[in-house]
Structures are given as C-alpha cells and as structure tokens.
C-alpha cells in the first residue's frame, strides 16, 4: 500500500513538472511575441507622428510662398504702372525742355520753368516709389528662397528621424528574432523534456498497475 501511494505520488509530481515547464515555455513564447507586436506598435506611432509633423511644417510654408508670391504678383503691377507714369513725366519733362529754347517771351520761360520743375520733383518722387517697389520685390524674392530653404530642412530633418526609426526598427527586430529563436529552441527542448516525463509517467503508471495488480 505504502508503494502504491508513493509510486502514485511520484506520478502526479512528475506530469504537474512536465505540465509546469511546457506552461512556462509557451508563456515566454507568447511574452517575446507580445513585446515584438507593442514595439512595432510604437515605431508605427512615430513614423505616423514624424509624417504628421512634416505634412504640416511643408503646408505651413508651401502657404507662406504662395502669400509671398501673389504679393510679388501684385508688386509687379505696381511697378510696371510706376515705369509707366515715370516714362510719362519723363516725356512730359523732355518736351518742356525742347519748348524752353524757342521761348522768349519772360512769362513764358517763367511758366515753362515752373512747370518744368513741378514735373522733375513729381519724377523724383515716382523715381523713388518705383525704387522702394523694386526693394520690396527683391526682400520678398529673397524671403521666397529662404522659406525653401526651410522647407528643404524640414524634409532632410524628417528624413533623419524616419531613418533613425528604420534603423532603430532594423536592431529591434534582429534582436526579437534573436530572442525568438531562442525562445523556440527553449520550447522544442522543454517539449521534449516533457515527453521523456511523460515516457517516465506511464512508466511509474504500467508498474503502480502492475502492483496493484500483484495484490
């Protein structure tokens, strides 16, 4: 009798070991798939934020240039309209100036010079409208260049962080296939372990049945 229990308690020990370590294989199996699934989770979440980020930064600036050039279009027409009236006084002001020689009467070349330089000041003043236009085309032409500028750092930058969670992805995953490979060369050992316990337990059963038997 005393056999029998001893045998019989021998083979519960024996099949809840092998139950145990194949359990505790398949759960780090199961842990090394879960953490590979939430960091692949994560670099996901990055690569969408560092897109995110860069599809804002280029509308930011895209919008920006297109504000600069509708204002450079617009400059533009003040300009031509500037060159336009300067080359008008400047005809008006050669005309006076031609006239001027033929004249001879006082009130005459006293009247042609005053107009002459009401003209030459109004000339003098478009001059200087068509000069501030100009300096204002050419500060938002330069603002255009260093918004790409800009633009082409924002691209390079996010093209650094996609390529840091690339290479950061590379390593993670040699690494979780590294580990999951160990964690299936663990699960086939601990399968077989498990199979020369069971082996062991119809052992320990055939001879607890043979004893019995034997009573």
Do not use: H, P
Not at 150 to 164: D, E, P, R
Not at 198 to 204: D, K, R, S, T, Y
């Amino acid at each position: 009798m005393r056999k029998t229990i001893i045998i019989t308690f021998l083979f519960g020990l024996i099949s809840a070991i092998s139950t145990y370590l194949l359990f505790d294989s398949m759960e780090g199996f199961r842990k090394e798939i879960k953490e590979s699934k939430i960091v692949v989770k994560e670099m996901q979440q990055q690569v969408s934020s560092i897109e995110t980020s860069y599809q804002e930064q280029i509308r930011y600036w895209v919008n920006k240039n297109m504000a600069l050039q509708s204002r450079i279009q617009q400059t533009d027409l003040e300009l031509e309209r500037s060159r336009m009236k300067e080359k008008s006084i400047q005809g008006k002001i050669l005309a006076l100036i031609s006239d001027s020689r033929t004249l001879t009467d006082t009130i005459s070349i006293i009247s042609n010079c005053d107009t002459l330089k009401e003209k030459i000041t109004e000339f003098i003043a478009e001059t200087n409208v068509k000069d501030s236009l100009c300096n204002a085309e050419i500060t938002d032409l330069k603002t255009v260049i260093l918004n790409q500028d800009s633009a082409m750092i924002v691209c390079q930058s996010s093209f650094t962080m996609l390529k840091q969670v690339t290479d950061s992805s590379l390593v993670m995953q040699s690494r979780l296939a590294d580990e999951l490979n160990k964690a299936s060369k663990q699960l086939k050992k601990e399968k077989r372990r498990s199979k020369l316990l069971a082996v062991g337990a119809m052992i320990l059963s055939g001879t607890t049945t043979f004893l019995l038997l034997q009573k």
